[in-house]
C-alpha cells in the first residue's frame, strides 16, 4: 500500500486477506465495546486506519510527522502534525491509542512509551500492530533496505521482547499473538502487479499452513495493552 496517496480500507483488498490478518477483529471487537472511545491514530499516515474506525462508526484522531500525508488523512477526521515524541494533548485524552508499523521509525522508544502511557485514561488500551525479527527474511531485509517509504528504521524488535517492554512500562498486556510468516509479502505485491490480487485466496490457504508450522519466525505481531487505574 502506497501512504503516499488517498488511501480508503477495503479499496484494494480482497476480502480473503482477512483470514489471515487475525487483527482487525480484535481490534473491531475492543473499538465496539466503548459507546463513544476517543481515539488517537498515531502515525496515521494517509489515514488507511482511519477510514476503518470510520466504517466501525467511530471519530478517531490523527497525528503524523509528514506534512503531505497529514493533508491526506484530513479527509477521514481531524489531523495535526506532531511527533510520537511529544504528544500534543493533556494527560489521560484517549481510551485507545492506535499504533501500526510505526513504533519501529521512532528513534525514542521508551519516550513514545511513555507518552502513550500519560495520554491513556485508566483503563484505556494500546493497540499496538509490529514488524518482528523473528522472521529471517525481514531482518536480511532491513539490512539491505533500512528505510521503508522513506521512513529509517530505528528500533527493530523481536515478538517476547517488545512484550515485555509494555510491561515495563505500566501497561498489562491481555493479548499478544504473531501473525504473517510470508502473507506480508503479499500486502506489497498486488499494489505493483494487481493480477496478483486475483490469486490471493491461493495464497491464503498457503499462508495458512504457514502459521501452523513456522508461527513462531512470523513477520508480524500485534499487541492489546491496558493501563490499569
Not at 130 to 141: H, S
Not at 169 to 179: D, K, M, N
Request: aromatic share 14%; charged share 20%; proline share 6%.
Amino acid at each position: 500500500m502506497d501512504y503516499r496517496k488517498p488511501v480508503t480500507f477495503g479499496e484494494n483488498w480482497s476480502a480473503s486477506r482477512y483470514k489471515v490478518l487475525p487483527y482487525f477483529a480484535v481490534e473491531k471487537k475492543i473499538f465496539l465495546s466503548m459507546p463513544a472511545p476517543m481515539i488517537l491514530d498515531l502515525g496515521c499516515a494517509a489515514g488507511w486506519n482511519m477510514s476503518r474506525f470510520r466504517q466501525y462508526g467511530r471519530s478517531p484522531y490523527g497525528i503524523d510527522v509528514v506534512p503531505e500525508r497529514v493533508e491526506l488523512a484530513a479527509h477521514h477526521g481531524p489531523v495535526a502534525i506532531a511527533s510520537g515524541l511529544q504528544l500534543p494533548f493533556a494527560h489521560e485524552t484517549f481510551d485507545i491509542i492506535y499504533i501500526q508499523h510505526v513504533l519501529h521509525h521512532i528513534g525514542d522508544v521508551t519516550q513514545a512509551l511513555d507518552e502513550v502511557y500519560r495520554c491513556l485514561k485508566p483503563g484505556g488500551v494500546l493497540f499496538l500492530v509490529e514488524t518482528a525479527e523473528d522472521n529471517p527474511i525481514i531482518r536480511w531485509g532491513r539490512r539491505l533496505y533500512p528505510k521503508w517509504l522513506g521512513d529509517e528504521i530505528n528500533a527493530p524488535f523481536y515478538f517476547a521482547e517488545l512484550k515485555a517492554r509494555l510491561g515495563r512500562h505500566g501497561l498489562r498486556v491481555e493479548t499478544a499473538e504473531q501473525y504473517s510468516v510470508l502473507f506480508w509479502l503479499w500486502e506489497i505485491l498486488p499494489d505493483h502487479f494487481a493480477l496478483m490480487e486475483k490469486i490471493t485466496p491461493l495464497f491464503v490457504a498457503v499462508e495458512q499452513l504457514l502459521v501452523k508450522a513456522f508461527r513462531q519466525q512470523s513477520a508480524h505481531c500485534f499487541y492489546v495493552a491496558v493501563k490499569d487505574g
